[in-house]
């Protein structure tokens, strides 16, 4: 059973950092997708970034929401199966709940979408105010 748990979440003023991390039990699945998404109430989920990762000799393809291009940078360390989300110039408008999603599957082409994952973590909250 595949259990993904995100952690780091927190408050913090605009131009801070924050380091997410998502813990991937039972997920075996080197070759799969893995993504972040955030949301906010009384919007739908947004998704800002994916990540194919086969291992160290292969490249790694990642790909982001041009709200978070530049100032966020998503990894995967496959050796403890673990997701990453490096939150840099935060602003106020990122505000939201974060959460991790993972597929089976390779990454599609195209927008990062909800329906190319299958497993998704409860979310942490991430809160950028001054």
């Known amino acids: 059973q595949v259990q993904l748990m995100e952690s780091g979440g927190g408050s913090v003023q605009p131009g801070g950092s924050l380091k997410l991390s998502c813990a991937a039990s039972?997920?075996?699945?080197?070759?799969?997708?893995m993504g972040w998404f955030r949301q906010v109430p009384g919007k739908e989920r947004e998704g800002i970034a994916r990540?194919?990762?086969?291992?160290?000799?292969?490249?790694?393809?990642?790909k982001y929401a041009d709200s978070v291009k530049g100032r966020f940078t998503i990894s995967k360390d496959n050796a403890d199966n673990t997701l990453y989300l490096q939150m840099n110039s935060l602003k106020t408008e990122d505000t939201a709940i974060y959460y991790c999603?993972?597929?089976?599957?390779?990454?599609?082409?195209?927008?990062?979408?909800?329906?190319?994952?299958?497993?998704w973590g409860q979310g942490t909250q991430v809160t950028v105010s001054s």
């Open positions: 039972g997920y075996t699945y080197n070759a799969g997708c």
């Open positions: 999603a993972a597929s089976q599957w390779g990454c599609p082409g195209g927008d990062i979408v909800r329906s190319s994952f299958r497993w």
């Open positions: 990540i194919h990762s086969i291992s160290s000799d292969v490249p790694t393809a990642q």
